[in-house]
């Protein structure tokens, strides 16, 4: 005897509301998460419109590419652009404070140096 499965995807905003709208996967991403819904044509085309004007301006980047790992640091507050990280540490030599030339700076140290930056602007 043989048996038959069937998957059947349905759509993830119509799941509970009495309609099992046939819906396909739709990947995309935000923040570096990667998100994958099952969507109906009807709301499939609805995400496409809202992030067309996104989309239109946005960039492409490779996953993995430190370009992507970078912005996401600096999104998150893990480490102070390169450039910055630079800024404090010559900051930090002409005030006295003593960094390490290669590494991370420490969050207050990084702080001081934002504090002082506004306050001379």
Excluded at 48 to 58: D, I, L, Q, S, T
């Amino acid at each position: 005897m043989a048996t038959n499965v069937t998957t059947l995807i349905t759509c993830d905003l119509e799941d509970g509301k009495g309609k099992a709208r046939p819906g396909e996967p739709v990947s995309f991403g935000i923040d570096g998460t990667a998100l994958e819904l099952d969507l109906c044509p009807k709301h499939r085309t609805a995400l496409e419109e809202a992030f067309a004007p996104y989309v239109e301006h946005g960039r492409r980047v490779r996953p993995g590419s430190g370009q992507a790992r970078q912005s996401q640091r600096a999104r998150t507050g893990q480490a102070p652009p390169p450039v910055q990280a630079a800024a404090v540490r010559a900051w930090a030599a002409a005030s006295g404070i003593t960094v390490s030339p290669k590494g991370r700076i420490a969050a207050g140290l990084v702080e001081r140096f934002e504090a002082e930056q506004q306050g001379t602007k």
